[in-house]
């Protein structure tokens, strides 16, 4: 029996962005629902996030890395730790470049109350403008890209005002009850950057526990509007490397074949597309990432302790 008053473990990972850091912190101090253990795991950073951390919030527990481990890499030292170190029923994983509303949390741990949810995801919306949506859940596909946000870019209205089943929640906000952990295991490091949490989302519904979007929690999350993030040869490089990875641990032939044409025919609209824009090089990178994302061992996905790797 899953308990609501249990209290939540906060992962806060942070990697030179001590502003925005700093920021979530205090609104968490006035959140709503059962008592939160915030850990903050500094990611390497080399600016001053370390010092201003200890010095603006010594009563938030912060954990250093010492080297930059991937967002995935980051929240699994984190989860760990508050598991290992804590009495956590819940572990919430949550990006430092958002704005929660107070009530965000009660209606994600209700949700996640039935023994058969595995996670709950809120309903996100850019920060600017506040009534736009940026995800309302999603879906796991088989494409270029496997993943697809719910009501990107469309403007809130009933559509996505009624909690239901998905396939897919983003780690941008994710609560997940920590006897779910137990069985379905951390999120992959193998992903440095981004699809960890379809990978998740994926042994989750393999482990038969539904996940489930609930429109009454609501958080803002701070990206561009009007691309969802930068185009850039980093991020692209890790957007192709870790779809590979995903395509290869989940699917078979011929899905992962179509996967690879998928690819092939998507880079070639970004080169027309980017091309203009002098910004070629995001494309080549991203080739390159999908290149070595098709050639890297696939690792086993971590277990709660660091033995069960």
Known sequence: MRDPSAPVGVVLVNWNGVGDTLDVLGQLDHVEGPPLQRLVVDNGSTDDSVARLRRERPDIE???????????????????????????????????????????????????????????????????????????????????????????????????????????????????????????????????????????????LDAAFRLRYVPQSRIWHKVATSTGGSYTPFKTFHTGRSNALYARRHFRFPALSFFVIANIAALGGALLRELPKGNARAVASKAKGLWQGLRDPLATPPGLKADQD
């Open 62 to 204: 912060l954990l250093e890395t010492g080297e930059n481990l991937g967002f995935a890499g980051g929240n699994l030292v984190g989860i760990r730790h508050l598991l290992e170190r804590h009495d956590c029923g819940w572990i919430l994983l949550l990006n430092t470049d958002v704005e929660v509303d107070r009530g965000f949390l009660p209606p994600l741990i209700e949700a996640c109350r039935e023994a058969q949810v595995g996670a709950a995801g809120p309903k996100i919306y850019f920060h600017q403008p506040p009534d736009l949506i940026w995800a309302a859940g999603g879906r796991l596909r088989l494409r270029e890209t496997v993943t697809q946000e719910f009501g990107i870019r469309e403007p809130d209205g009933p559509a996505w005002g009624e909690p239901k089943d998905v396939t897919y929640l983003t780690t941008c906000c994710l609560l997940v009850p920590s006897d779910v952990l137990e069985r379905v295991g951390l999120f992959d490091p193998m992903f440095f950057i981004g699809v960890e949490d379809a990978d998740w989302c994926r042994r989750a």
